[in-house]
Nanobody, 125 residues
Framework: QVLLVESGGGSVQAGGSLRLSCASSVHTFAARCMAWFRQAPGKGREKVARIDIRGITTYADSVKGRFTVSKDSAMSTLALQMNSLQPEDTAMYYC???????????????????WGKGTQVTVSS
């Protein structure tokens, strides 16, 4: 069983920053692709950032240059540093772990069977 627990959400003004964290077991981060998703009210879940076992990262176009995903396998922590936040970044943010894939490739939402409960990020203008 893979347990993921997010923290770090909150409310900020546009232009501000937040850092989200996701805690799990060391084996989780060492063995699989990890990702951050988000879901805004009334919208589908969006893939925000991914990181594979080598540390290779990919980002949604909407967050490139503003968000940075990282992991500390020794500390069993996945992080999402979010800078220059905008109101359109308002959403529930979820940490997710891939089922058996060490690399992220073309993995979609269905390839991530393990999810945290989410942490709310609200950005005001």
């Amino acid at each position: 069983q893979v347990l993921l627990v997010e923290s770090g959400g909150g409310s900020v003004q546009a232009g501000g920053s937040l850092r989200l964290s996701c805690a799990s077991s060391v084996h989780t981060f060492a063995a699989r692709c990890m990702a951050w998703f988000r879901q805004a009210p009334g919208k589908g879940r969006e893939k925000v950032a991914r990181i594979d076992i080598r540390g290779i990262t990919t980002y949604a176009d909407s967050v490139k240059g503003r968000f940075t995903v990282s992991k500390d396998s020794a500390m069993s922590t996945l992080a999402l540093q979010m800078n220059s936040l905008q109101p359109e970044d308002t959403a529930m943010y979820y940490c997710a772990a891939a089922g058996g894939s060490r690399y992220c490739g073309d993995l979609g939402e269905a390839d991530f069977p393990y999810w945290g409960k989410g942490t709310q990020v609200t950005v005001s203008s």
